[in-house]
């Protein structure tokens, strides 16, 4: 069964700082790494999707790696804003059976204070 | 285009009664999702369906029935709500491909006492 585990659970950084998110996986058998924000209160915003075959995938001030070898994922954050502050979700497709299922972590809630 | 969209937002529930929630998505996706989100657990998969008139078991399955009779829409059953139900519930969609993501409706906060 696919575990997904993220490290922290919690981070409070000051504005203008570098940071990464970790996601770890225990079953590299996926189709993809989904990294997802979530503000209080909402549903889920993609942010970005890796495929297996990949190693890294880059929007704005956002860069997600994988190494699927060592079931492995990180989500770098650039020159944080208050406005990144929300909970950071890591999901993997798994690609055993015929359905297309996530397995999420429990998320990384980050505050950027200003 | 709305995307997907849940109903109700909010509900109160007392024990052993029943409710369904709905979800409809307006992009012509096949595939589609129940999820339920506790704190600290991030999200579960409790159903999902593959296509129209198919439905399946996921993660957490006990408790819930859902049928997809249409293709834009996927509704979860409670018939007999326990305060362990209590959860934000949540919707989601895709189409055919490895390299799609899942669209997320805004979730249902379910209270059962």
């Known amino acids: 069964k696919q575990e997904v585990t993220q490290i922290p659970a919690a981070l409070s950084v000051p504005e203008g700082e570098n940071l990464v998110l970790n996601c770890s996986f225990t079953?590299?058998?996926?189709?993809?790494l989904q990294w997802f924000r979530q503000d209080p209160g909402k549903g889920l915003t993609s942010l970005l999707l890796i495929q297996s075959s990949q190693r890294e995938q880059t929007s704005g001030r956002l860069n997600a790696s994988l190494d699927k070898s060592s079931g492995r994922s990180t989500l770098y954050i650039a020159a944080s804003q208050p406005g990144d502050s929300a909970t950071y979700l890591c999901?993997?497709?798994?690609?055993?059976?015929?359905?297309?299922?996530?397995?999420f972590g429990s998320g990384t809630q980050l505050t950027v204070l200003p | 285009n709305a995307g997907v969209t849940q109903t109700p937002k909010f509900r109160v529930l007392k024990t052993g009664q029943s409710m369904t929630l709905l979800c409809a998505q307006d992009?012509?996706?096949?595939?589609m999702y129940w999820y339920r989100q506790d704190p600290g657990m991030g999200l579960r998969l409790i159903h999902y369906s593959v296509g129209e008139g198919t439905t399946a078991k996921g993660e957490v399955p006990d408790g819930y029935n859902v049928s997809r009779l249409k293709k834009q829409n996927f509704l979860l059953g409670l018939e007999s709500a326990a305060p362990s139900q209590t959860s934000v519930y949540f919707c989601a969609s895709n189409t055919w491909g490895r390299q799609e993501t899942q669209y997320f409706g805004p979730g249902t906060r379910l209270l059962v006492l």
């Open positions: 079953d590299s058998a996926i189709y993809n």
């Open positions: 999901a993997v497709m798994g690609a055993r059976g015929s359905a297309r299922q996530l397995t």
């Open positions: 992009m012509n996706h096949e595939y």
